[in-house]
Structure formats: structure tokens, C-alpha cells
């Protein structure tokens, strides 16, 4: 099957830095989330609740960051938001749904954005996370486009196909696509074929990046999608 592959900025050490994103990313109370969970693994910590446990030590103590959020260009949220999340798929880390109409070849983002929320009002609704009925809560909302940038104040972190980068301010783009041109370039695309579990990549027109580019490409998708590679 064929599906997009995007890239992502963000700042880490006050300096800008760039990878490629094949699923999902989180910015926020996502990217907390993941943190303690990688932290909890690194401790050696294993079992199928350990996201879960991770995502209710989080909630007792996040809380909503100033954000503004812009879609192509284009201001679509200046408030106090909770959590974002930015997929190309729609499944992330411990079977969430939170871009449960993410399609992974339509050549947009989905952007789920959860504005302020109570940490008790987060838990009663928890079940939404998983069940693909986000958008029924008044406080979530959802865009699409082909590019997507968002700034905080204070920064915020960010998460990208399970892996925690850096920092706000973050963008969303495919490759070779500018902010300022009015027409972004066609995003990556990349065929996998499936055998007994594991994900073998049998063409890509990664010849669209230049040379040198290719190796920060199969760093920034291994271990995320591919368990082998031909």
C-alpha cells in the first residue's frame, strides 16, 4: 500500500532541526505522555498498561498551554489548548484514536486540537481517546491542510511517531514544500508490503530529496515502520 510521509521542524538546544513523520505526532499533553512512558521503558518496566498508566500520571499534572495553531497559512486556533495531535494515520501510542479520520494517502494533515480542559472533565471523557468519537466533545476541533505550524508561549513538547524531539515552535510540511510558496510540492510517498508481521518497503520516490537527505530519512522512519528494510 501506498501513503504520505511528511516532515516535521522543531527546536531542540535553540537550534532549528528537521525528520520525517510517517504516522502520528503529539504536541502537549501527547507529548508528556510519551515521555514518562519512554522514561517508565527505560527503567526497565514492561506490561500493556503501561501507556495507560502513563497517560493518568500525566493527566494529575498538566496543564493547557497558550497556543496558536496555523493551517496553511491561515490562524485557526489562539487559545488555551490542552493537546494536539497531527496525523497521517490514525492510530497512536496504546491504540488511541485521535485523528480517527486520518487518511494516510490524501496528501493532508489532520489536525485534532483539544482545547482547555479540567483534568476531572479529561477523565470522564477519557474513553473518547480510544473509541474514534473525539470530535463529539465541544472542546476538540478539526482541520486539515498541508501545512501546519504552531506556537506557544511558554514552549511545548513534541512527540513524533512515538519518539520524543523537541520543542515548540513546530511545522508540519511535506518535502521540498515551502511556507512560502503558494503551491507545497506533492508529499513523499512510500509502498510497504506486509509479511508475517513484519513491514518491508518496496518502492518510494525518495529520489524527489536530494542525496544527502536520504540517510536522515531512513533514521527518522526506523524503528517507527519499518522492522525490515530491502
Known sequence: FLQDVGVVSYHKATYKQERYMANVAGVGFDAVVNR?????????????????????????????????????DELVVNDLVYSATIGIG??????????????????????????????????????????????????????RGRRIRIESSP???????????????SGWSWPNASWKKEAPASPLRIEFWKIKNKTIVLQTNLNKIKNEKKSTFITGLRGVVFYGLR
Open 36 to 72: 514518562r512512558y519512554n522514561h517508565l521503558k527505560e527503567e526497565g518496566k514492561r506490561g500493556k498498561w503501561l501507556y495507560l498508566w502513563s497517560t493518568l500520571k500525566a493527566l494529575l499534572r498538566y496543564s493547557s498551554t497558550g497556543v496558536k495553531v496555523y493551517v496553511d
Open 90 to 143: 490514525r492510530y497512536n501510542g496504546g491504540g488511541m484514536l485521535q485523528t480517527p479520520d486520518a487518511v494516510a494517502d490524501d496528501g493532508l494533515f489532520d489536525l485534532t486540537v483539544i482545547r482547555k480542559m479540567s483534568w476531572l472533565s479529561v477523565l470522564f471523557h477519557f474513553k473518547v481517546l480510544f473509541n474514534g468519537k473525539i470530535y463529539r466533545l465541544s472542546k476538540t476541533s478539526l482541520n
Open 155 to 169: 514552549e511545548i513538547a513534541l512527540e513524533v511517531d512515538g519518539e520524543a524531539l523537541g520543542y515548540s515552535p
